[in-house]
């Protein structure tokens, strides 16, 4: 099963960081990919760009197009890795090690969806 593993953190908090701890930080996130990569087990994997970028589309009578993402939270989601996985605990382990010592991970089971298909 695939498991989606969320990225938040706070964007201020992130653009504050020096080169040199953004380089560990992603030097330690790109080793446990390449361990999953090298596993067969790693799918896509994405950094959004700044919240600044975003824009959202809200349901209405007719859709609304906004500036921004809108979130109901103080971190912003940053990125993802999608990830094969035998179980939830399997998954969390892989967020273990991904985490480092600042923001968090969200892991949630992934539904593939088909178009006239449906859900997988």
Same mark, same amino acid.
Request: aromatic share 8%.
């Given at each position: 099963?695939?498991?989606?593993?969320?990225?938040?953190?706070?964007?201020?908090?992130?653009?504050?960081?020096?080169?040199?701890?953004?380089?560990?930080?992603?030097?330690?996130?790109?080793?446990?990919?390449?361990?999953?990569?090298? /596993?067969?087990? @790693?799918?896509?994997?994405?950094? +959004?760009?700044?919240? %600044?970028? =975003?824009?959202? !589309? $809200?349901?209405?009578?007719?859709?609304?197009?906004?500036?921004?993402?809108?979130?109901?939270?103080?971190?912003?989601?940053?990125?993802?890795?999608?990830?094969?996985?035998?179980?939830? /605990?399997?998954? @969390?382990?892989?967020?273990?090690? +991904?985490?480092?010592? %600042?923001? =968090?991970?969200? !892991? $949630?089971?992934?539904?593939?969806?088909?178009?006239?298909?449906?859900?997988?």
């Amino acid at each position: 099963m695939f498991y989606c593993i969320l990225c938040y953190n706070l964007e201020s908090e992130l653009q504050a960081w020096t080169r040199e701890k953004e380089a560990t930080v992603m030097a330690r996130r790109e080793a446990v990919a390449h361990m999953l990569a090298t /596993e067969g087990r @790693l799918g896509p994997v994405g950094k +959004l760009m700044p919240t %600044t970028t =975003a824009m959202t !589309v $809200r349901a209405s009578r007719e859709p609304l197009v906004l500036d921004g993402p809108f979130a109901e939270t103080k971190e912003q989601l940053l990125g993802f890795y999608l990830v094969d996985c035998k179980s939830l /605990e399997d998954a @969390l382990e892989v967020a273990r090690r +991904l985490v480092g010592e %600042t923001g =968090a991970l969200e !892991v $949630r089971p992934l539904a593939q969806f088909y178009p006239g298909i449906g859900l997988q």
